[in-house]
């Protein structure tokens, strides 16, 4: 009941991660990553929570997307309600979409980027999703809320969005993870909670804390009080 696309960009070492509904709290249900194993996304008329974490920890241990992919799902008798999206260290994508998935169902893997949904508005949706994220302008946050609104213009979700998120990792910063578990417009109330994560006051707290290149960074003097 869900579209989401997982995203890397080999020039900074980030990953992207986002995701729609039509139903609550897509984010704790669909996306899941890591810096030292790559990103997941985990739907379905069933999803299962555990697929995700499985095949993040299938490529923390050396295996390929492809690889862990197909030994996740292919481990699971339920596999014809789910879809599994993966993107390994390598930048490399897979994708997996069972066979009872509500049309219309899909995926679409290519390096360094895979689009997947269930039960959207007709097949144009994942390119639009695809397409919306190569085209956009500005840092990863910004191209995969862009990503979203050009599948939500397609007709995504047959019943309309209920709840978005988005989850960015990059090394040189802290993560990035919003969510927006119930809203009329889901959209737009992520792309305001973005806003204010981007900007003053709060990202300038950002600047000292604990980062993947940086895990004992801190402020150089106590702050005025």
């Given at each position: 009941m869900?579209?989401s696309?997982?995203a890397?960009?080999?020039?900074?070492?980030t990953?992207?991660?986002?995701?729609?509904t039509?139903?609550?709290?897509v984010g704790g249900?669909?996306?899941?990553?890591?810096?030292?194993?790559?990103?997941?996304?985990?739907?379905?008329?069933?999803?299962s929570t555990f697929?995700?974490?499985?095949?993040?920890r299938a490529m923390?241990?050396?295996?390929t997307?492809?690889?862990?992919?197909?030994?996740?799902t292919?481990?699971?008798?339920g596999r014809g309600?789910?879809?599994?999206s993966?993107?390994?260290?390598?930048?490399r994508?897979?994708?997996?979409?069972?066979d009872?998935?509500?049309?219309h169902?899909g995926?679409?893997?290519?390096?360094?980027?895979v689009?997947?949904?269930?039960?959207?508005?007709?097949?144009?949706?994942l390119?639009?999703?695809?397409?919306?994220?190569?085209?956009a302008?500005?840092?990863?946050?910004?191209?995969?809320?862009?990503?979203?609104?050009?599948?939500?213009?397609?007709a995504?979700?047959?019943?309309?969005?209920k709840?978005?998120?988005?989850?960015?990792l990059n090394p040189?910063a802290?993560?990035l993870?919003?969510?927006?578990?119930?809203?009329?417009?889901?959209?737009d109330a992520?792309?305001a909670?973005l806003?204010r994560?981007?900007?003053a006051?709060?990202a300038d707290w950002l600047d000292?804390?604990?980062v993947?290149?940086?895990?004992?960074r801190?402020?150089?003097?106590?702050p005025d009080v």
């Amino acid at each position: 009941m869900t579209f989401s696309l997982l995203a890397h960009d080999h020039e900074t070492g980030t990953y992207g991660g986002a995701a729609a509904t039509g139903s609550l709290c897509v984010g704790g249900w669909v996306l899941r990553g890591g810096l030292d194993s790559g990103l997941s996304a985990s739907q379905g008329t069933a999803p299962s929570t555990f697929w995700g974490e499985d095949v993040l920890r299938a490529m923390r241990d050396g295996s390929t997307a492809e690889q862990a992919v197909a030994e996740i799902t292919g481990a699971d008798p339920g596999r014809g309600h789910r879809q599994l999206s993966a993107l390994d260290l390598a930048g490399r994508s897979a994708g997996f979409t069972g066979d009872a998935s509500v049309p219309h169902a899909g995926h679409i893997a290519e390096p360094g980027l895979v689009v997947a949904g269930n039960m959207l508005g007709g097949e144009r949706v994942l390119p639009a999703l695809r397409q919306g994220y190569l085209d956009a302008a500005g840092g990863m946050a910004e191209r995969l809320l862009a990503a979203l609104r050009a599948a939500d213009a397609d007709a995504s979700d047959r019943r309309g969005l209920k709840s978005a998120a988005l989850l960015v990792l990059n090394p040189e910063a802290p993560p990035l993870t919003l969510r927006i578990d119930y809203a009329e417009a889901p959209l737009d109330a992520l792309e305001a909670l973005l806003a204010r994560a981007t900007g003053a006051p709060y990202a300038d707290w950002l600047d000292v804390v604990p980062v993947a290149v940086d895990r004992t960074r801190a402020p150089e003097k106590a702050p005025d009080v």
